[in-house]
């Protein structure tokens, strides 16, 4: 089974800082690892995700996060903190089949 | 190509009740996920359609049942109710049923129940 824990609820920045979302998942198998964002009133949208390959993965809107297996970790990061980054931001865990679990999510605010 | 859809997109229930809610995934798309997601909880996975066929199924309560047609739409019925059934119920689709593809999320349907 799979599974994610996000370390923080909450994190706040002030505008044009580093963004530095934490997540650490458990898996028994190769994960497949994504980075969702929830906007208010909306579902969940992609803004990347690892299966194979290279370990650092690039998103949509500057995001990026790194597949770093001996540390379990697939950490978020975003050079320059916009204050349209404000949102929920999801990390999830699919085993091969699918059976995609998320963790309990941050809550990022942008400080102008 | 439109996306995912869900209807109702608000659902005001009172305790006891039941109510279906439906999912249109994006054309192509053969595998449906729905999702509860509450404050105290987070996104939780109900469970899994793939080709009219449940292949997982998260940690609920039987009256959380779910279907999927041959057009690959699913519906997600909750029976008898309960206060606690109060969520943003998400609705997901992928392509296929490998775990390496995202899925895409519909608005979701937001229950309240009184």
């Known amino acids: 089974a799979q599974s994610v824990t996000q370390l923080g609820s909450h994190v706040s920045v002030s505008e044009g800082a580093l963004v530095l979302l934490r997540c650490n998942y458990s898996s028994s198998v190769p994960p497949y690892l994504f980075w969702y964002v929830q906007y208010p009133n909306q579902g969940l949208q992609l803004l990347l995700k690892?299966?194979?390959?290279?370990?650092l993965v690039k998103g949509i809107n500057g995001f990026e996060a790194e597949f770093k297996k001996s540390e379990t970790s697939f950490h978020l990061t975003k050079p320059s903190a916009h204050m349209s980054d404000a949102a929920e931001y999801f990390c999830?865990?699919?085993?091969?089949?699918?059976?995609?679990?998320f963790g309990a999510g941050t809550r990022l605010t942008v400080k102008p | 190509k439109a996306g995912v859809t869900q209807t109702p997109r608000y659902l005001i229930k009172t305790r006891g009740q039941q109510v279906t809610l439906s999912c249109s995934p994006i054309?192509?798309?053969?595998?449906v996920s729905w999702y509860q997601q509450t404050p105290g909880q987070g996104l939780q996975f109900l469970f899994e359609y793939f080709s009219e066929t449940q292949r997982n199924k998260g940690n609920f309560p039987g009256r959380f049942s779910g279907r999927q047609f041959s057009n690959s739409r699913s519906e997600m019925n909750v029976s008898t109710l309960e206060l606690g059934d109060s969520a943003l119920y998400l609705c997901?689709?992928?392509?296929?049923?490998?775990?390496?593809?995202?899925?895409?999320f519909g608005p979701g349907t937001r229950l309240t129940v009184l």
């Open positions: 054309s192509g798309h053969r595998s």
């Open positions: 999830a865990v699919s085993g091969p089949l699918g059976d995609m679990r």
């Open positions: 690892y299966t194979t390959g290279a370990t």
């Open positions: 997901a689709s992928s392509l296929v049923e490998s775990g390496a593809n995202e899925q895409f």
